[in-house]
């Protein structure tokens, strides 16, 4: 069995959810660098996991919304699941890291207007805590055109405090076009990250 | 010849008037003024520290010297009300809570009242006594930056009835605007924000028991930094954190054969030729930082040449949690020239309970060396 080395973990994480996307440890500096242009400069490419025939789902979070943060102290069991797979824990603003709410994966409904892909719905089984859920949606479109960048959003915004759901939340721009498939990467508060591929209808 | 400092001399049967005796004590100030003004950049020398109080805060006793070279003095605490916060108009409306008000200490001449008693002061409203007072105020946030012109130097101290005073940053202090007190005082509250302190120039400090020390406290404070410059134990010079005894724990030390000990990581520049390596674990999409002293301008500019190995770090215990016998595959383990890891696992459940829907390629952190090689020019 291997040995889990113990030195402190950079963990690269969004600012909004405190989601986890990646790791890296130093053996000799453990505590640097802590900037996020050292360790993800280009953002980081978060890839879904993938069944034998099945597409991959990619997303790539730019660099400006995400942050470092040095875990040193996390519960072993925690520290052994984010080691074996980072993008299932979350960060808290203190360090400490923890193990995401499971289930209730959400739904992503897109809405067309005058053409154009401009709001979607988001959708959770139970309602969100007092406090309401903050949440962050990447998308990306699958399948660029040859020589083109991808097209790529990232919404952000909020279940309100006992509700399930949020509805028409504004896409900016509003400029995706029915028809394109894309990969999503859902982020909320507290859950775990779920990635999900659709093809935007008009 | 413009003569800006004069001295009083006498002669023997010479009539003294007080203008004679006055000259002595102004000569006596200004070359004490002159002396700490040009010897010792002002500020606290001593004490004036911040306390909250239930009224207001309090300064305690103290001395200092202000930017003309006066000495101050405050001799018993001193406090400031709550009610002189809102007297003084120190707020504004729309003042954010937590701002830090910095405090002043000026030093002002009083004259005192003439003797009523004495039949030479009948005709005249002159006093034989200036009391040497001080004015504790609270300005606005922003306001300890400016600075009074300084002095000619062959002036004497300011503060005198009718000229203006210099005030000195002691401390800060928050306002609570719900109780309507004052909510905090502080010398030190944030960083760049410290009461001004009076210091020295000196071009030459030297010790006379073999020893000498710079510390960050005015009284030894256990785990505070210090150097020391020495003459004993072959060391020369020792930075470290104090030990309750005085004594310092050295962190870095300098011995008289010009050997450099330090107790962390020397970071900074490497030297041409130098080799330096990291290890550690990394995970996909996450780019491999470079080692200490190695920036990615040198990188780039071609003064440092990176090798990364990437070495997949396989645990059956990253296997899906489904049951039977899980077969890691190695589908990615490599560092692109962004040293962007890529590292990825296809995880193949085995005989007897082989589904091959079940198989599932996933992200992984693998264990990774960096060398980075320093040009030799």
Known sequence: MATRPSKPLLLISLKDTGHILGLLSREGDSTGPRDIGALAPTGVKLRAPLKLGGTQAAVTVPAAILEVKLLDSANPLVREQIIRCPASGIVASDGTASNPVAGDKPTVTFHPHAGVIDTFDLALTAPAPSKGLRFLLAIEEAAPVANRAPERRIVKGEIPAGTPSVLGVPIDPASLQPGIDIHLAVFIEGRALAFDSQTLLP | MTVRVERPTFYEQQILGAADLEAQVVYARGALARHERCQHSWGVVHGLELTKTAEGFSVSPGLMVDGTGRQIVVSEAYTYRNQDFVDDGVLVQGDPEGQWYPVFVDGVDELERPSPFRSEQCAAQATNRVAENFIVSVGRPGSELSEPSAPEVGDGPGGADGSPSWPVLVGYVQWNGTANAIKAASAQPEEGKSARYAGVYADTVAARGGSLTLRTRETVQAGKPALNVREKDDSLLQVGKLLPNGSID????????????????????????????????????????????????????????????????????????????????????????????????????????????????????????????????
């Open chain 2, 250 to 377: 050295p962190l870095l030390t300098l011995n008289a054969s010009g050997d450099l000990t330090v107790t962390g990581k020397i970071k900074g520049m490497l030297a041409p030729g130098a080799i330096v390596s990291e290890s550690g674990l990394v995970s996909d999409g996450i780019t491999i930082a470079l080692p200490s002293g190695v920036t990615q301008k040198m990188v780039d500019d071609g003064k440092a040449e990176v090798k990364v190995i990437l070495s997949p770090r396989v645990d059956p215990r990253d296997a899906p949690t489904l049951p039977g016998f899980w077969y890691p595959n190695v589908r990615e383990c490599w560092v692109d020239p962004e040293r962007m890891a890529h590292c990825r696992v296809l995880w193949v459940q085995l005989p007897p309970l082989v589904d091959p829907a079940t198989a599932v390629e996933t992200a992984a952190t693998f264990s990774y060396l960096i060398v980075a090689s320093v040009r030799q020019d």
